[in-house]
C-alpha cells in the first residue's frame, strides 16, 4: 500500500480570539462577515472542536461536566465568526432551564439569514440520540445548511468507525458523503472541516458578488 500525504486545509486560522457571550436574543451579535454555527448534544465535544479549529487548547472552555456551555459564545476566526451554542439533551437540568435553552437555540436559528453554515456534532460512538434526530430534521425544515460532523473518532477503530459513519448517516437519513468524522484528541478530520468551510466562505462571497451587482443602479435607457 502507497501512503497517502495528508492534505493541505484550504483555509488556515491564524488567529482565533474571543468576542462575547449571549445569554439570550437581545444579547445576540449581527455579525459583519460569515457566522458558522456549532451545535449539538451536551458534552459532544463542541467546545473541543472549537478548540481543534484554533489550534487553540482553551479558546473555548471544554469540561468533562455535561451542559457546560449555558451561553452562545462567539469567536472571531479572522474570515468568519464562529458560535458556540448550548449543548442540548442534558438530562439533569430542570425543566424550565431546559426550555430557557430551547428558546434561546430558536430564537438563535430563527435569525437564519445571519447564519452560513452550521455543524451538527454527534458522537461517532453512540447511535444519534432522539434530540440529534429532531435537530438534523430542524434544520432541515428551516432549510439552514449544515454538516453532521461525529466527534471522539480517537475512540474507534478505524473499521468500526467506518461501520459506524453508515449507521448514523442512515438512523439521520443523510448520504455518508454528508457526514465528517473528527477527533479533537488526535486532530484527524480538522482538514475535512476546513475544506469545508473554505467552501463555505466562497460560495458567500459568490452571493455577496451578486446581490451587490443585483443593487447597481440600472442604466438610464435613451429616451425615443
Ligand atoms: N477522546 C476524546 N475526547 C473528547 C473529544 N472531544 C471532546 N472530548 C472530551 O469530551 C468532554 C466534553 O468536551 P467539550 O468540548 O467540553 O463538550 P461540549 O459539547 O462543549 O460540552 P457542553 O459545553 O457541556 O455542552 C471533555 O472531557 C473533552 O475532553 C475527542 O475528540 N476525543
Ligand atoms: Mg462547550
Known amino acids: 500500500m502507497y501512503e497517502v500525504k495528508p492534505e493541505k486545509p484550504s483555509l488556515v486560522i491564524k488567529n482565533a480570539t474571543f468576542i462575547t457571550s449571549a445569554a439570550r436574543e437581545d444579547q445576540f451579535i449581527r455579525p459583519t462577515k460569515p457566522m458558522i454555527a456549532v451545535c449539538g448534544k451536551s458534552n459532544v465535544g463542541k467546545s473541543s472542536f472549537i478548540n481543534m479549529l484554533a489550534n487553540q487548547k482553551k479558546l473555548a472552555k471544554t469540561s468533562s461536566e455535561p451542559g457546560r456551555t449555558r451561553l452562545v459564545n462567539y469567536f472571531d476566526f479572522g474570515e468568519f465568526i464562529l458560535a458556540d451554542l448550548p449543548g442540548y439533551g442534558f438530562a439533569r437540568v430542570s ?34 440520540t432522539a434530540d440529534d434526530v429532531q435537530m438534523v430534521q430542524y434544520l432541515n425544515y428551516h432549510i439552514i445548511p449544515f454538516t453532521v ?18 449507521a448514523i448517516a442512515s438512523d439521520l437519513y443523510l448520504g455518508v458523503h454528508n457526514l465528517l468524522a473528527t477527533s479533537a484528541e488526535t486532530g ?15 460560495a458567500q462571497k459568490l452571493i455577496c458578488q451578486a446581490d451587490e451587482e443585483l443593487e447597481e443602479p440600472e442604466e438610464e435607457q435613451p429616451q425615443e
Open 149 to 166: 460532523t461525529l466527534t471522539k473518532a480517537d475512540k474507534l477503530s478505524k473499521m468500526k468507525l467506518k461501520e459506524h459513519i453508515r
Open 95 to 128: 425543566k424550565s432551564e431546559k426550555e430557557k435553552w430551547a428558546k434561546t437555540l430558536d430564537a438563535f436559528f430563527r435569525k437564519k439569514e445571519d447564519i452560513a453554515h452550521v455543524f451538527m456534532l454527534a458522537d461517532s460512538r453512540h447511535d444519534p
Open 188 to 202: 484527524y478530520g480538522k482538514t475535512d472541516v476546513l475544506n469545508k468551510i473554505y467552501s463555505v466562505l466562497q
